[in-house]
């Protein structure tokens, strides 16, 4: 049997599983609270598997190999920025986030500045980043569907999205946890099963670096094989930013059972991921520079390629199987918050609740769904041209959302003074130079190659905030109280 | 050692873990327990 017949097989199965337990966890979706927020149950074991199933989308590994093969382990590899951005959630936002009782980001700048307007800017930034992310999971899901089922790019693009829409449309929060850990045992198995055969091509760790290092010189340096000082300065930043501005994370928080579960689940998350990666990025990112690279024409192909070359049929269609899963349960997060954004903040909150207009629940279940199923359609269109590397649309999303939420989250959350007007500013100014560089890296402009666009996207917000802070007018304590327990001074 | 230079290593590894651990003593010691609303 060849790679695709078992290929249908196991993808078959697995899709069987996952549909299960969205099916199983439709039936139990009776009120918004329930839908998008799992009705607040999970302890910290649930919550550390769903966090780091959401953390590691199809490109964490996919693309991981990709860049670790094509610039050097070290460079690629962020942990420092990782675990600081995880702490800025640890020590300023998990606790405040979930005792706010809110279900999303937009909740947030809405509730926290006392201002409708925040939260449907705030919905319309999140919808449309995670658009922009979608594109390079639904394009990571295609480039394994490819190999898995031997299938043309373009039907992997249709099936991927097809399948992404299907189960978040029907099942919810509850569905995207329950389908994110059986996601995150196939993403493991799937990772262990070449471990053996990778070790018996190449060697082990100190093996695997050492020669690395002598057919790419610098591989194992800080900078890599071929980033300078300020570049490497400028990627860190945008993790930093990437991972304290997590989308999939800080929605996450409010599912907790309380805010020191949310709070808690979060060092043991980010270690685990850093052990992850560092097999799933490093080790394997080494072996396939020395395995495959003479044998494709674009790096995101060298994981695919190399688990076909070095396992049978069955274990290649287990191992992209798992690989698969890690694509998707990044990608369910990503559409029910698309979601969530347009029926719960923009319609909900921002039109209806104001104008007294009263709508049953399953209303706005309703909207949700057609909304999930409206950005899965836009993503697949977006998708189909070829944008770069997966690693790099990922980073266009993070540059929108950073320079968008990072400032408003970091200061509104430690300061009860920060109003409406510089947030406003500042998550506008941002978004929009983000954005504009973005257009310009995409269009090949030389002003946009030498810095990250997250940089503008930040210094703009930055600049606006200060320069708007004379307009500055404290909430009310009503809006503050919610995250801040202590009475002003 | 372990097929990496040492500034590597302490970029890569040591810094990242020594966050990591702050958060782990915090939350396990530190933090203030406050159970659901």
């Known amino acids: ?489 | 050692m372990i097929g990496l230079p040492l500034t590597s290593v302490a970029v890569l590894l040591v810094a990242p873990l020594v966050v990591v651990a702050v958060m782990l003593i915090h939350a396990e010691w530190f933090a203030e327990d406050d159970s659901d609303e």
Request: glycine content about 10%.
């Open chain 1, 1 to 489: 049997m060849t790679v695709s017949a078992y290929g249908i097989i196991v993808f078959g199965l697995y899709l069987l599983v996952i549909i299960a337990l969205g099916l199983i966890a439709a039936r139990q979706q009776n009120t918004t609270e329930d839908f998008w927020v799992a009705g607040r149950r999970f302890g910290v074991g649930v919550m550390i598997m769903a966090n780091m199933a959401a953390i590691m989308h199809g490109g964490s590994i996919l693309s991981g190999v990709a860049f670790a093969g094509r610039f050097g382990g070290i460079a690629i590899l962020p942990y420092i920025s990782f675990a600081l951005g995880v702490a800025c959630i640890y020590f300023f936002f998990a606790r405040k986030l979930r005792r706010s009782g809110g279900f999303t980001l937009p909740d947030y700048m809405g509730d926290r500045f006392n201002s409708n307007l925040l939260r449907g800017w705030s919905a319309l930034v999140v919808a449309v980043s995670c658009i922009v992310y979608l594109i390079a999971q639904i394009r990571g899901m295609a480039f394994i569907l490819e190999r898995l089922l031997e299938i043309p790019f373009f039907w992997g693009l249709v099936l991927g999205t097809v399948l992404f829409v299907a189960y978040v449309a029907l099942g919810g929060l509850l569905a995207v946890v329950w389908t994110n850990i059986a996601q995150f045992l196939f993403m493991w198995a799937g990772l262990i099963i070449i471990m053996p055969a990778v070790y018996e091509a190449v060697g082990g760790w100190t093996a695997v670096m050492t020669q690395v290092e002598a057919v790419a010189p610098g591989w194992t340096n800080v900078t890599g094989t071929e980033w300078s000082v300020g570049y490497l300065f400028s990627w860190y930043l945008v993790w930093l930013i990437a991972y304290a501005t997590r989308l999939e994370l800080i929605t996450k928080m409010y599912a907790a059972k309380s805010p020191s579960v949310a709070a808690r689940s979060l060092p043991w998350s980010i270690l685990l991921v850093m052990v992850f990666l560092l097999y799933g990025n490093i080790y394997l990112g080494g072996a396939a520079r020395l395995l495959v690279w003479d044998d494709i024409t674009s790096p995101d192909q060298a994981f695919p390629l190399m688990i076909v070359q070095l396992l049978g049929p069955g274990l290649a269609a287990l191992a992209l199987t798992g690989i698969a899963s890690a694509a998707m349960s990044t990608t369910d997060s990503l559409l029910l918050m698309s979601g969530s954004a347009v029926a719960h903040d923009l319609i909900r909150r921002c039109f209806h609740e104001p104008r007294g207009i009263k709508k049953d629940e399953t209303y706005y279940l309703r909207v949700s769904r057609y909304t999930i199923i409206a950005v899965g359609v836009l993503a697949f269109i977006c998708s189909i041209p070829d944008l770069g590397m997966i690693l790099r649309i990922v980073s266009f999303a993070i540059a929108i959302v950073g320079s968008a939420f990072f400032l408003p989250l970091l200061i509104g959350l430690t300061s009860r003074k920060l109003g409406t007007v510089p947030t406003l500013a500042s998550s506008i100014s941002g978004v929009v130079f983000a954005s504009i560089w973005i257009g310009g890296t995409l269009t090949g402009m030389s002003w946009a190659a030498s810095l990250h666009p997250i940089i503008p996207g930040l210094c703009a917000a930055a600049v606006a905030m200060i320069a708007t802070l004379p307009f500055n007018q404290t909430p009310p304590d009503a809006s503050i109280g919610k995250f801040f327990t202590r009475a002003l001074p």
